[in-house]
């Protein structure tokens, strides 16, 4: 008797399904992550340049709520791509009490040199789906995640 078929059938789906999509995530997880070292940044590192990239200034609260993480490690993140000239703080012009984070030059520039590598090796993991699949898998696991409360 395998684990998974024990609990009851609603019960064993569900958890085959939790296992497939852990390991899936933990693959591909490992495979982008892998393709972002060889940026010289960490994950959270180019999560917050390709943010930025894609959407423009936003506040560091902002920031931790698209890449799911606490606002203390997106401060600590932040504090490193400044030392490193990729971001720079600013009060917003409407509201001077919020700080907003947003590309410098020198970040903009190296978004543009590097997203469409990382767009490429993204597509290339993926091409085991057809372009259908992929609709269908990002419509399911959107449905799955917005039907979560935390």
Same mark, same amino acid.
């Given at each position: 008797?395998?684990?998974?078929?024990?609990?009851?059938?609603?019960?064993?789906?569900?958890?085959?399904?939790?296992?497939?999509? #852990?390991?899936?995530?933990?693959?591909? /997880?490992?495979?982008?992550?892998?393709?972002?070292?060889?940026?010289?940044?960490?994950?959270?590192?180019?999560? +917050?340049?390709?943010?930025?990239?894609?959407?423009?200034?936003?506040?560091?609260?902002?920031?931790?709520?698209?890449?799911?993480?606490?606002?203390? /490690?997106? +401060?600590?993140?932040?504090? /490193?791509?400044?030392?490193?000239?990729?971001?720079?703080?600013?009060?917003?012009?409407?509201?001077?009490?919020?700080?907003?984070?947003?590309?410098?030059?020198?970040?903009?520039?190296?978004?543009?040199?590097?997203?469409?590598?990382? #767009?490429?090796?993204?597509?290339?993991?993926?091409?085991?789906?057809?372009?259908?699949?992929? /609709?269908?898998?990002?419509?399911?696991?959107?449905?799955?995640?917005?039907?979560?409360?935390?």
């Amino acid at each position: 008797m395998k684990t998974t078929e024990q609990y009851g059938e609603r019960e064993d789906r569900a958890l085959a399904l939790w296992v497939k999509l #852990a390991r899936a995530y933990a693959t591909f /997880n490992k495979a982008t992550v892998r393709d972002i070292r060889q940026y010289g940044l960490t994950q959270p590192q180019f999560g +917050t340049i390709e943010c930025l990239g894609h959407l423009g200034s936003m506040t560091i609260g902002e920031l931790s709520r698209k890449m799911l993480v606490s606002g203390g /490690n997106m +401060t600590c993140v932040v504090d /490193n791509l400044e030392k490193e000239g990729l971001v720079r703080r600013r009060h917003s012009e409407q509201d001077r009490r919020s700080v907003m984070v947003e590309l410098t030059e020198k970040g903009e520039q190296l978004f543009k040199d590097i997203f469409p590598q990382h #767009a490429a090796c993204v597509t290339d993991l993926v091409s085991s789906l057809s372009e259908k699949e992929q /609709n269908t898998l990002s419509q399911l696991l959107k449905k799955l995640g917005s039907s979560i409360t935390e």
